[in-house]
């Protein structure tokens, strides 16, 4: 894996790279769709290529357990056995595992947990995870980190940050002593942890840059805190990590969120929000978001959103989608999810001409201004996911 | 809307034709996906149009309920609602309503009956549903009819066959007072009733003619009664319809019900099989009826059927589809349902052209000992729709 910084803005610390890996060319600030269990839920793969998604991400942890890492690595890795030409970043699942209170047990060993599926009893390690990664092949491997709950006591958060730095470490060298399965290459990056800490923050991703992965993520974000603690946390961070290494911050978040935070110097993104939302008809327009269950769209003949550049948005109705929502009917899942993920590629591709250009921080300012201001839901998107 | 038939096998009364609407020319004998709710359920209408498929079938009972045949008209009609090319049919419902049997009332002027959605009271006429159906805007308007219960008495049917010969006198005088609404042509098909009974279905069938209208169909079979009734019953009534005009088997059927009524001079077929069966895991291939929640699958890493050329078919295994359906995914739905239309279109192009070679009965024949041999489900199709 490959990461070219090509411009850094005069006014913010927006940046604009080109990430090279194995399976080809992900031009950044990069948008990656969820696909959880090997799939972007209602897409198929040509449908999410022509979205402008060229690297996707997929959970460790739940492809373990289903349908089993044996089962994938049999395939020839994900790519093979998702049919997806593009690039792949598993996350190791932590995150599900922490998520799931009751069911789990942490040591500095590892964690024991239950799956949320049957109750089966599993363990996982540093090294398991990497391991897991190397039979399901992504292009990217998230390491296992500790994601302590968002209300966490300080000393809490502390030990979080310790163990994710030892288990980094452990990570780093199991990589080394490993190798990939299916031919092409893999790069392990580690996660910052701290919580909203400057200091924890600041020592996790000093500590991590010694081990000189080929990138870095920070989690534990987006969990509740208010957004203008996450813009500073993520601020403080990258301001720590290298320039020449792509930096990712998990599970961010709404349009906004990804401007602000590529503003503040995050190359890559993740999050459910425009694919768990076009399940409950909610689409992400230049003119803010749509309820697309709400009977006003039913006799509106206007384009989904004519200024976005994608198969659905261009050739189908709100009445067309409003019909099919209130029919229950798949074919609005996907046009809805296909819809989102454009607008959402479509905003960091527009994101990063204008940072190569030196307009970002005015078309940043208008960009937000007009979305908020044309939002026609008043249902704040978070709202939407709890 | 013109049809022009343009070979006839010598040993059997398969037909090869063209049919040609002002949304292109289908070939036939042809397969037409089901598209109730001006959508053929999980696909992308270029979804549908690389299956192969050139005209599907809407449901104008369906529409005029939900999205109301208005939002249709001002959408300006079907193809461009749902965004599809091709060439559409619609039938009038009147199926649908008799199967509300205590929420409906036929008299000889028309068809009472509530809305199976919420009890709301409605009013069909031969008239009322030409007129939906040039709201609705299909290139094939199928008039209302009555098909009675599969079992009922010789009575019934007489009376039933009375009134479709008078509703088909009365629809195609009211399509002669009508005009389409959309800027192309819309044709009339009458339909053919008579149940099991020889005389019935003829005398209906040389009434029908006499209107010459622009095609005929076959309706009240795949109803119950037993496969070689339902052949012998297209035999009797195709030996009466005129050459020169298309015949369509309404509702039918399986991959042997559509040869072996190709071999008895059908054009055209509809059935939901190929895309209910899918949601439900099951596959046509030319190997037999596979049921992909089966866990044999999972780890069977050969294409969905190798000998079917389609996007489904050709880019993923069994085992992925198989995970796929066992985790609920909404894109196992989509793949399987590619992949059955795939099969139903490639089925009727490779009697099209047996039927142009002369080997259209040896091959029928071999197609369908091993068709049943290498079925492996033992599940009978009709099974699966109970």
Chains 1, 2 share one sequence.
Not at 89 to 111: N, P
Not at 182 to 193: D, E, K, R, S
């Amino acid at each position: 894996m490959h990461f070219a910084l090509q411009h850094t803005d005069k006014n913010t610390k927006a940046r604009a790279g080109l990430l090279v890996t194995d399976h080809g060319e992900i031009r950044t600030p990069a948008f990656m769709p969820v696909g959880t269990l090997a799939t972007v839920k209602s897409l198929l793969p040509r449908d999410v290529w022509d979205t402008g998604a060229r690297m996707c991400l997929a959970n460790a942890y739940h492809l373990y357990l289903r349908p089993g890492t044996a089962i994938v690595r049999e395939a020839g890795g994900l790519h093979k056995f998702a049919n997806w030409a593009g690039s792949i970043l598993t996350d190791s699942g932590g995150y599900q595992i922490y998520s799931l209170s009751d069911l789990r047990k942490i040591t500095d060993d590892g964690v024991k947990f239950k799956s949320h599926l049957d109750g089966s009893p599993h363990y996982f390690t540093p090294e398991k995870v990497i391991e897991i990664e190397r039979d399901l092949g992504p292009d990217i491997m998230m390491v296992l980190d500790e994601c302590p709950a968002s209300n966490s006591e300080y000393s809490i958060v502390e030990t979080a940050v310790n163990r994710t730095i030892d288990w980094a470490q452990r990570a780093m060298e199991h990589v080394e002593k490993t190798q990939p399965l299916h031919g092409y290459a893999q790069a392990p990056f580690l996660i910052v942890q701290g919580g909203v800490h400057r200091g924890l923050r600041e020592r996790c991703a000093e500590q991590l840059v010694r081990m000189n992965s080929s990138g870095y993520a920070i989690g534990g974000l987006a969990v509740g805190e208010p957004n203008e603690v996450m813009y500073e946390v993520t601020n403080w961070v990258t301001d720590v990590l290298p320039a020449e290494k792509p930096r990712y911050l998990m599970g961010v978040g709404t349009p906004v969120d990804l401007l602000e935070s590529i503003a503040r110097g995050v190359d890559m993104f993740d999050c459910v929000l425009p694919t768990r939302n076009a399940r409950n008809g909610q689409l992400f327009t230049s003119g803010g978001k749509l309820n697309m269950r709400n009977a006003k769209w039913r006799n509106d003949f206007s384009l989904i959103d004519d200024s976005t550049t994608s198969y659905a948005s261009q050739n189908f109705t709100k009445a067309y989608l409003a019909h099919l929502f209130n029919a229950d009917e798949i074919l609005g899942l996907t046009l809805a999810t296909m819809h989102n993920i454009a607008f959402y590629e479509q905003l960091v591709i527009d994101a990063r001409e204008r940072i190569l250009d030196g307009s970002f921080e005015t078309w940043k300012n208008m960009f937000i201004r007009k979305y908020n201001q044309d939002d026609k839901t008043g249902i704040k998107a978070e709202g939407i996911l709890a």
